[in-house]
């Protein structure tokens, strides 16, 4: 069973690889992307510090730097990040429900995902959104394995981890932690001590 969810998986990444990589030049560069592109090609400590006081979080930004570094900053390039996020994403929701619904759940809800425009815009465009969405469904998938087992400090650790890159990619990472913790406050087996520990 384990290597049937991961060759889905894989054709999961490979169909979403293949659906967004065409077309990914088209449009040129605009939109939001010069502000991202034109951030990422500072120092570190120029990139914090010139996004400290806006209403953008520095984490995409950093992690564009070093790719821009890598791979230069062609228009395929800067947005190859964002597309491999988006392409990773549509993976997790396979995952996630695979793990807490039928296989058939998992598989629609990605295909669902991948053959969404919404989506395949912003696999397309170098903002930090394909990262944001990423983040937001590994930090369900971590919260509901915490509530199936809320001993598991493993699991713990990397859903405070998750969740601090959520509120250091976007501001909006603040509704995934309220909708969590809304969550936490409706399940009737959750102890006051659980609550608080959350």
């Not at 996004?51 to 791979?71: C, D, Q, R, V």
């Not at 996020?85 to 058939?104: D, E, H, Q, W, Y």
């Not at 971590?142 to 509530?147: H, K």
């Not at 981890?161 to 913790?181: C, D, K, P, S």
């Amino acid at each position: 069973m384990k290597k049937k969810i991961w060759i889905i998986a894989l054709s999961l990444f490979a169909l979403n690889l293949l659906l967004k990589i065409i077309y990914i030049q088209v449009p040129s560069i605009a939109w939001d992307e010069p502000f991202s592109i034109y951030h990422a090609q500072m120092d570190l400590g120029k990139i914090i510090d010139h996004l400290y006081n806006g209403n953008n979080p520095p984490f995409f930004e950093i992690l564009l730097h070093f790719w821009i570094k890598a791979f230069g900053i062609s228009p395929m390039s800067v947005r190859f990040l964002p597309l491999i996020f988006s392409c990773m994403t549509a993976v997790m929701i396979f995952l996630l429900g695979n793990r807490f619904f039928p296989l058939k759940t998992g598989i629609i809800a990605s295909l669902l995902f991948t053959f969404s425009n919404f989506h395949l815009f912003f696999a397309h465009e170098a903002r930090v959104y394909a990262l944001f969405g990423l983040l937001t469904v590994l930090a369900i998938h971590l919260f509901l394995c915490l509530i199936q087992d809320n001993k598991n400090k493993t699991i713990t650790f990397w859903l405070i981890f998750v969740n601090a890159l959520l509120l250091y990619t976007h501001y909006f990472g603040f509704f995934v932690l309220l909708i969590q913790g809304i969550t936490v406050i409706l399940i009737r087996d959750v102890s006051r001590k659980s609550f608080l520990k959350f």
